[in-house]
């Protein structure tokens, strides 16, 4: 079962028929600020055979599916996170000696233990400016979740519906930061939803 997550900005609907096309039985709809009527009109939408999910970035709330983060210290503690996602637009600069890649051995730890998914965007990578050093990041991150047993998930994190990709174009952006295909199908698969 693949569940794609998207930002987006009143389409929708769009995003759930370039979905489906590609092949998608979810979609979960990602939002940085609460509003009250987009949210009633996204639980509306039932397709047939579709799952709509909701989820809100930065923000604890009970009446979203999913809660989503950029990844402080205090969002690792939190057992009402869900995500944690884009850890590697990390402002800072990398040092010769290591990645600035915004996820550390104690945040890793934290994640286990508070069972926190650490997300990877395709769209992250698709729009740097320096891809090499988003990838980089990336794959010193998978590293690290791989080393502390972290669950990973990967994901297009589209603003448009034509930035959505099908989920083996996703397994195969796994493989290339550094995840077996084995791990890379499950963190496209095994959404916690």
Known sequence: MFVDIVFPKGNEKEFIEKARVLGSSGIIFLYEKDDKKIFEKVKKLNPKNFKVYTGI?????????????????????????????????????????????????????????NKIFVGFSFNSVLKAKDKGLVLGRMVQNVSLCKKYKVKMILASFASKPSELRYWKDLVSFGVTIGMNPEEAKVAVMNRKV
């Open 57 to 113: 970035v930065g923000k604890i709330s009970k009446k979203y599916d999913h809660v989503f983060s950029k990844g402080s210290r205090q969002d690792f503690e939190n057992k009402n996170v869900d995500i944690v996602f884009d850890l590697e637009k990390n402002p800072r600069k990398d040092s010769f000696h290591f990645r600035s890649s915004g996820l550390n051995q104690v945040l890793c730890s934290l994640a286990k233990e």
